[in-house]
């Protein structure tokens, strides 16, 4: 089973709308950075923002993108005033803009980087980890490693079982094994695509066609 364009266009459009939700003036999001240049970038911010940053170069001083290139985790973007004392006037002419406060969450997955940035408020609980799940999905999506993945044949038949919405106990029952046997090829697969969870898991699964 391969992902086929409309697929993953319907996929990407709902990881990129659950963002929406948690933004207030629009985010950005860069994945796969290799040195300053991501493999796929998207933006919701207002097109005279994003005008002013390209005609100012910021892409070479963004904090945002500087704090994904140098560490992991999540910050707001007055913790980043803080870490990169220089990027005062960054921040002071994006509140220009209407971008006064906002959080930046970088991961590294694959050997590559990936950062997402949504103005508005500190985020709650709930917000970060829809933040961390998008993320996560947006960057298994699109950036395609490249070493080859090689799965056995009983870790797909549990993969296959998992993108078809079946639960561990009935994979188990299934497949004629033990439930604890369904947990550790899944923990193998995990292993093997450097996935954090079940959903990035069918995920990379589906994009990369290894079932």
């Known amino acids: 089973m391969r992902v086929d364009y409309n697929m993953r266009s319907d996929i990407r459009g709902i990881l990129l709308r659950s963002l929406d939700n948690i933004s207030e ?14 493999v796929f970038v998207h933006s919701t911010y207002a097109q005279r923002w994003v005008d002013r940053y390209v005609d100012q170069a910021y892409l070479l001083v963004d904090p945002t993108i500087q704090f994904g290139l140098s560490s992991t985790g999540w910050v707001t973007w007055n913790d980043l005033e803080r870490l990169f004392p220089s990027s005062k006037t960054f921040f002071e002419d994006a509140a ?23 103005s508005g408020p500190k985020w709650r609980d ?4 829809i933040a961390r799940a998008g ?43 033990k ?31 290894l079932i």
Request: negative net charge.
């Open 179 to 209: 439930l604890e046997t369904v947990r550790a090829r899944r923990r193998t697969a995990m292993q093997a695509l450097d996935a954090k969870t079940s959903a990035q898991l069918i995920s990379q699964v589906i994009k990369f066609g």
């Open 96 to 118: 220009n803009y209407g971008l006064v406060h906002g959080n930046t969450l970088a991961i590294s997955a694959d050997g590559r980087v990936s950062v997402l940035s949504c």
């Open 25 to 38: 003036s629009g985010y950005s999001i860069g994945v796969g950075f290799d040195g300053v240049e991501p």
């Open 135 to 177: 993320l996560y999905a947006l960057h298994a999506l699109e950036y395609e490693p490249s070493q080859s993945i090689t799965l056995t044949a009983p870790v797909k038949d549990v993969l296959r079982m998992m993108c078809n919405g079946c639960k561990d106990q009935e994979i188990a029952e299934n497949l004629g094994v």
């Open 126 to 129: 709930e917000e970060l980890r």
